[in-house]
């Protein structure tokens, strides 16, 4: 089993920061993409940020210069920090992440549960 804890949402004005964060646990041998993905009421979930084990990053256009993906291998977490926020960016935030479990060879994706951030006056 793998379980993911996401952590950091919360409601904030246009303009503020947030950073969520997310940490992967169970019986994990090897992480290789994290990332962060949001769904807004009725909208369809899109990518934010994602980051591969090298360090490699990949945003939406929307979020280039305002969010910063990061991960922490050794600890097998991912942060989202967000600055300048807008309102267009209240959405469910969830984390993904590819897994190879000890004893597998495949690799899944788990999602984490979901935090609300929402930005408003």
């Known amino acids: 089993q793998v379980q993911l804890v996401e952590s950091g949402g919360g409601l904030v004005q246009p303009g503020g920061s947030l950073r969520l964060s997310c940490a992967a646990s169970?019986?994990?041998?090897?992480?290789?993409?994290m990332g962060w993905y949001r769904q807004a009421p009725g909208k369809q979930r899109e990518l934010v940020a994602d980051?591969?084990?090298?360090?490699?990053?990949g945003y939406a256009d929307s979020v280039k210069g305002r969010f910063t993906v990061s991960r922490d291998n050794a600890k097998n977490t991912v942060s989202l920090q967000m600055n300048s926020l807008k309102p267009e960016d209240t959405a469910v935030y969830y984390c993904?992440?590819?897994?190879?479990?000890?004893?597998?060879?495949?690799?899944?994706?788990?999602w984490g549960q979901g935090t609300q951030v929402t930005v408003s006056s």
């Open positions: 980051i591969t084990s090298g360090g490699i990053t």
């Open positions: 993904k992440v590819s897994v190879r479990r000890r004893g597998a060879w495949q690799w899944n994706d788990y």
């Open positions: 169970g019986s994990i041998s090897s992480i290789n993409v």
